[in-house]
């Protein structure tokens, strides 16, 4: 695992076809390192009330009010303490700036247009619209998330009047 500073560090000569890979629960997951503005460690934020489960509060990030979501509970994943891995990635989502909880940073990796695939496809009643391909490094198979689509319309619009 990289350590937050590396990471940033990465994170800030970032080019395209360069993604940022995190972990939660036992799968590897990746976003394009574009999209990420920068990765925090774990912090206390200010909880919302009436909102969905997956959406944990808002955080203070320089002056700027970010909403805040566990991308486990997003998932439908089981829920899981916040340790000393536990992450805020800051992400440019439409316009808009929010943090995600994931388990741990991995790394910031490139990804050769042969090592990565489309997204099989799965029965209709599956949605799986949020990921964009999915690479393969070494053995590691990686899903690539299209953060536009994590969250719904309504979700993000949900968001912002928080």
Do not use: H
């Not at 590396?6 to 999209?35: H, M, P, W």
């Not at 316009?95 to 995600?100: A, Q, T, Y």
């Not at 690479?135 to 994590?150: A, F, P, T, W, Y």
């Amino acid at each position: 695992m990289g350590t937050i500073e590396a990471v940033n560090e990465a994170i800030s000569k970032g080019t395209s076809g360069q993604f940022v890979t995190f972990s939660v629960g036992d799968e590897e997951y990746g976003v394009e390192v574009l999209r990420v503005q920068e990765i925090i460690g774990y912090q206390g934020f200010t909880k919302i009330p009436n909102v969905p489960s997956f959406v944990k509060g808002v955080l203070n990030l320089r002056g700027s009010v970010v909403p805040v979501i566990d991308l486990r509970l997003k998932f439908n994943m089981t829920g899981k303490d916040y340790d000393k891995f536990t992450v805020i990635l800051i992400l440019e989502v439409k316009d808009r700036v929010i943090g995600v909880i994931v388990d741990a940073v991995s790394d910031v990796i490139s990804l050769l247009e042969s090592e990565v695939q489309p997204t099989p496809d799965f029965s209709s009643g599956i949605r799986a619209d949020f990921i964009s391909a999915m690479g393969r490094k070494e053995d590691k198979l990686i899903i690539i998330l299209d953060v536009d689509k994590v969250l719904s319309e309504g979700e993000l619009e949900m968001l912002a009047a928080a």
